[in-house]
């Protein structure tokens, strides 16, 4: 079974999205998961993060990826092996553009 969700929309300002279960919440053994980042003339930091915790703080969270990224107008996909509780999206360092939607597909 696979599901997508939104993880983040219209971000233009540095932020931190909310927590999404993924994999290790429902139990699933594969551990694969797809990030889909859509932006528009986009320069600055984008990553996910993930945490084993089922009762997460913040120092819980560690970085899975983070990508930097300059006048970046497109949709880039991102393919990664874990079984995390749960995933967030994080956008730091914004100069410009826009973050229009980040999707994940679990």
């Known amino acids: 079974m696979s599901s997508s969700v939104v993880m983040m929309t219209s971000v233009s300002e540095d932020t931190t999205g909310e927590k999404i279960q993924a994999d290790g919440y429902y139990g699933y053994a594969d551990g694969l998961h797809t990030v889909a980042i859509t932006m528009t003339a986009y320069t600055g930091l984008v990553g996910v993060q993930g945490t084993l915790a089922s009762t997460p703080v913040e120092a819980d969270w560690f970085d899975l990826f983070e990508m930097n990224l300059t006048a970046q107008t497109k949709t880039l996909g991102m393919t990664f092996s874990g079984n995390y ?22």
């Open 85 to 106: 509780v749960y995933l967030r999206a994080k956008v730091t360092n914004r100069y410009a553009g826009t973050v229009d939607k980040i999707l994940l597909k679990i």
